[in-house]
């Protein structure tokens, strides 16, 4: 079935015969009649009676019609909505963000697309992970992601700041100078994050730390950085991540520093449409880092 015999059938129950609706479809008498028969062949039914009084609907041909029309319908609504999609007076921007960008930096950047372009949805799609983040990507669940860098081949990449792991320390705690790796141990295990943040700090503390005790049995920040507060154990988050701070808890640099690498990502070679290159032409500009600044 096709989509021009839908329009034939439509064009020939309305004019009542099949020369003036091939003038109304700028087709000749035989395409119509052709078009006509062969869906008649298809469907196994006569649609219309053929007479001298031209070209009358069968009962079967009635309710097929009806049908016909919704087709047709259904068809010019979804190319109104391929239209919209085309350009910026619609169309669905989604965005994968794990917690912590999707927390406090990524509604201010909404907000300001939002300013220029109101009729263009914006949704965000919060991850525990940036793996999880790449795998909404992969499987189309996202056009965007904001994930640590870096990523496989497969996605087109922009680094948009950098976040500093930074130690958590008790209220009690007294650090004359300068924080040192010692002075962690004494609160063993030092919480670190159990997700593939956590697993670049524990690489990292390998190296620089091999001997400080560490623990990733807790899976919140927010928890972590309660447990800081109330004088349990010291960690050590990505500050983003620890945001907002208590006022008793003090935050430190590691001795050794560490950051995170946050980017932009998107499938390599996929097809976007204009509403998702327009907003990723804004994130890539935006200020982060100063947004980040803000918060702590």
């Not at 085309?86 to 300013?115: E, Y």
């Not at 960690?235 to 208590?246: E, K, Q, S, T, Y």
């Not at 050794?256 to 499938?267: D, E, F, K, M, S």
Request: aromatic fraction near 6%.
């Amino acid at each position: 079935m096709k989509i021009f015999q839908l329009r034939a059938v439509v064009a020939v129950a309305d004019c009542g015969n099949f020369s003036e609706a091939a003038l109304n479809l700028e087709l000749s008498q035989p395409a119509i009649s052709h078009a006509i028969s062969t869906l008649e062949e298809e469907l196994g039914v006569p649609l219309f009676a053929r007479g001298r009084r031209g070209a009358v609907l069968t009962p079967a041909g009635e309710r097929i019609l009806y049908h016909a029309r919704q087709a047709l319908e259904h068809l010019q609504m979804m190319e109104r909505e391929a239209n919209l999609h085309k350009g910026l007076h619609g169309g669905h921007v989604r965005i994968a963000s794990f917690r912590s960008v999707a927390t406090h930096l990524l509604p201010k950047a909404i907000s300001q697309f939002h300013s220029s372009f109101p009729d263009v949805a914006v949704t965000i799609i919060e991850c525990h992970a940036f793996l999880d983040v790449e795998d909404a990507l992969r499987e189309a669940r996202a056009d965007i992601g904001i994930t640590c860098l870096p990523t496989s081949d497969e996605f087109e990449v922009w680094e948009i700041m950098r976040d500093e792991y930074i130690a958590l320390l008790p209220p009690d705690v007294k650090v004359n100078t300068q924080l040192t790796w010692d002075l962690l141990n004494n609160y063993f295990p030092v919480m670190i994050p159990c997700t593939p943040c956590g697993q670049i700090l524990h690489n990292h503390l390998k190296v620089v730390a091999p001997s400080l005790k560490t623990t990733t049995d807790i899976q919140e920040d927010s928890t972590i950085v309660s447990m800081v507060r109330q004088g349990l154990r010291a960690a050590i988050l990505p500050r983003l991540a620890a945001v907002p701070i208590p006022n008793m808890v003090q935050a430190y640099s590691l001795p050794v520093p560490l950051n995170r690498v946050i980017g932009i990502a998107i499938q390599t070679n996929a097809l976007h449409v204009p509403a998702v290159f327009k907003f990723l032409e804004m994130l890539k500009k935006f200020d982060f880092l100063s947004l980040a600044q803000s918060t702590y």
